[in-house]
């Protein structure tokens, strides 16, 4: 009966969670390109320096936490593009970078990027 029980409770619990979200319902919203400040001190702070361009986009969950958000980041140099996940804090050091890594095939980079390119 206890095994059951408990059987029972986890399938309700993993039906309850759902699936993982995408990539673009985690970052639906438009792309940001005006200056960060403590996004550029996170990403300075990480030894991120290929970024001529960058952009980023902030989670659809940042609501518990408006002032450190999850954002996700979009850098070019000109030749490669790459995204990083920057979760930004109220104590600078610590800050999370995560990066480089490919960008989202379900999320393309801001429009303004392929003229500058």
């Known amino acids: 009966m206890l095994r059951t029980l408990i059987l029972l409770s986890s399938l309700?619990?993993?039906?309850?969670?759902?699936?993982?979200?995408?990539?673009?319902?985690?970052?639906?919203?438009?792309?940001?390109?005006?200056?960060?400040p403590a996004l550029l001190r996170a990403m300075l702070l990480h030894d991120v320096h290929e970024c001529g361009y960058l952009a980023y986009k902030?989670?659809?969950?940042?609501?518990?936490h408006p002032n450190y958000p999850e954002l996700l980041v979009y850098c070019s140099n000109g030749e490669r593009e790459t995204a990083y996940t920057v979760f930004l804090r109220?104590?600078?050091?610590?800050?999370?970078?995560?990066?480089?890594?490919?960008?989202?095939?379900?999320?393309?980079?801001?429009?303004?990027?392929?003229?500058?390119?």
Do not use: F, M
């Open 58 to 64: 902030p989670a659809a969950d940042n609501s518990a």
């Open 90 to 117: 109220p104590n600078e050091n610590d800050d999370a970078v995560n990066g480089p890594s490919d960008l989202y095939p379900d999320i393309s980079p801001p429009a303004s990027w392929k003229n500058s390119n």
């Open 12 to 36: 309700v619990l993993l039906l309850a969670c759902g699936p993982e979200p995408t990539p673009a319902q985690r970052y639906p919203g438009p792309w940001h390109e005006d200056v960060y």
